[in-house]
T-cell receptor, first 110, second 113 residues
Framework: EDQVTQSPEALRLQEGESSSLNCSYT??????LFWYRQDPGKGPEFLFT???AGEEKEKERLKATLTKKESFLHITAPKPEDSATYLC???????????FGKGTTLSVSS | DVKVTQSSRYLVKRTGEKVFLECVQD?????MFWYRQDPGLGLRLIYF???????EKGDIPEGYSVSREKKERFSLILESASTNQTSMYLC????????????FGNGTRLTVT
């Protein structure tokens, strides 16, 4: 069965303290891996798509990387406004709909 | 930018009522989706549609139905609302089924009492 697991469930950082969020997946024929950011009371906002192992994407303080078994979302020198829940999702070979992980809730304090 | 609009941010309904949740997208996307999001359970797919009048069951379709009469509009129907359907409901659209990112609305928080 296709599965996406995110860790940790929650992460507290001080402003400027870099860290990484993990998304490990078991999927039959990965077509793509997606990262989303979700603020409280809002819908998820698309961040990145990664298609193949070794690929990297960057946006401001965020950098997403992909291996054959997992993806990392690296957050460099985070600010309080980076506080949100980060969701990972995969598209499999069947391609019917995305499979989501349960998310990592990031809190950055000043 | 793609805009997905859900008609209500908050709804309070009584057990047994028929409930309609409406969603409209403005980017001519073929595919539309309904998810529910609950603490500890994450996002779960209820139904999706890849064309007008076409629908497919997701992981948790029981107690729900959908309607897609026009390309831009996708409705979720709770035939007889129950308290276990209290949740955040999220609508999304995408250009293609495979490898297109989903664009989400801001959700409808439904409370069934």
């Amino acid at each position: 069965e296709d599965q996406v697991t995110q860790s940790p469930e929650a992460l507290r950082l001080q402003e400027g303290e870099s860290s990484s969020l993990n998304c490990s997946y078991t999927v039959s024929g990965l077509r793509g891996l997606f990262w989303y950011r979700q603020d409280p009371g809002k819908g998820p906002e698309f961040l990145f798509t990664l298609y193949s192992a070794g690929e990297e994407k960057e946006k401001e303080r965020l950098k997403a990387t992909l291996t054959k078994k997992e993806s990392f979302l690296h957050i460099t020198a985070p600010k309080p406004e980076d506080s949100a829940t980060y969701l990972c999702a995969v598209s499999n070979q069947a391609g019917t709909a995305l499979i989501f992980g349960k998310g990592t809730t990031l809190s950055v304090s000043s | 930018d793609v805009k997905v609009t859900q008609s209500s941010r908050y709804l309070v309904k009584r057990t047994g009522e028929k409930v309609f949740l409406e969603c409209v997208q403005d980017m001519d996307h073929e595919n539309m989706f309904w998810y529910r999001q609950d603490p500890g359970l994450g996002l779960r797919l209820i139904y999706f549609s890849y064309d007008v009048k076409m629908k497919e069951k997701g992981d948790i379709p029981e107690g729900y139905s959908v309607s897609r009469e026009k390309k831009e509009r996708f409705s979720l129907i709770l035939e007889s609302a129950s308290t276990n359907q209290t949740s955040m409901y999220l609508c999304a659209s995408s250009l293609t089924i495979i490898n297109s990112p989903l664009h989400f609305g801001n959700g409808t928080r439904l409370t069934v009492t």
